[in-house]
Every structure is written in structure tokens, then in C-alpha cells.
Nanobody, 129 residues
Framework: DVQLVESGGGSVQAGGSLRLSCTLSGYRVSDYCVGWFRQPPGKEREGVGAIGGDASQFYADSVKGRFTISQDSAKRTLYLQMDNLKPEDTAMYYC????????????????????????WGQGTQVTVS
């Protein structure tokens, strides 16, 4: 079974930075596509950034240039560096993993779609004021 545990959320003033971490465990989880998603209060969950099976990175337009997604060399920890935070970034942030075959069952056009991901962490709250 695949397990994900997020950490690093908190409260920050606008213009500040936070770094979220997500520890992944499970069989062959290093082969999975991974991503960060968020759910603002009263809104649907949305994609923030993701890494495809070929290590390509994709970001939502709303965070491009401000957020950076990365992994450690073992691909067991996923990070989300968030800079120049805005109040509209306030949300519960989740990391997710998916084992579908990259380029066939999971492609670039759906990599930021929450419904494409099977495994989820419990979430970590980010509040920007």
C-alpha cells in the first residue's frame, strides 16, 4: 500500500514563503507520478504542480513563477517551495501519487486533475494573511 504524509504547513504573511514536504512509502512508489493539490475553503480541490513519469514538471497558471516542486534523489520525499505567497493561496494542501503508466494512462493534459490520482496524504493547512 502507498502512504503519503505531508508536513510544513502554517500561517504566513503575504509575500512570505513556506516549504511543504511529503514523505512517500510503499512498493515501487519511486516510479509513481506525484503532485501537489490544494482545496481552498468552500471550493473544489485543484492541481498546483506535478511531476510526470519523465521528470517533467507542470504547474497551475496561478502559481507559475512562485511555486517550485521537487523530489529528493530517492524520490521518497516530495517538496513544494512556495514563495511570494498571496492570501488566495490559503488552502489545505495535499500531496498525491499515481501509479498509472506515464504517457499512456496518465498524460500531461490530465496531470493536474485530482481525479487522476489514487493515493493521497491527509493534508496540511496553509494560511496566508
Amino acid at each position: 500500500d502507498v502512504q503519503l504524509v505531508e508536513s510544513g504547513g502554517g500561517s504566513v504573511q503575504a509575500g512570505g514563503s513556506l516549504r511543504l514536504s511529503c514523505t512517500l512509502s510503499g512498493y515501487r512508489v519511486s516510479d509513481y507520478c506525484v503532485g501537489w493539490f490544494r482545496q481552498p475553503p468552500g471550493k473544489e480541490r485543484e492541481g498546483v504542480g506535478a511531476i510526470g513519469g519523465d521528470a517533467s514538471q507542470f504547474y497551475a497558471d496561478s502559481v507559475k513563477g512562485r511555486f517550485t516542486i521537487s523530489q529528493d534523489s530517492a524520490k521518497r520525499t516530495l517538496y513544494l517551495q512556495m514563495d511570494n505567497l498571496k492570501p488566495e493561496d490559503t488552502a489545505m494542501y495535499y500531496c498525491a501519487a499515481e501509479g498509472k503508466k506515464w504517457g499512456v494512462e496518465l498524460t500531461t493534459d490530465v496531470l493536474l486533475e485530482p481525479l487522476e490520482f489514487t493515493y493521497w496524504g491527509q493534508g496540511t493547512q496553509v494560511t496566508v494573511s
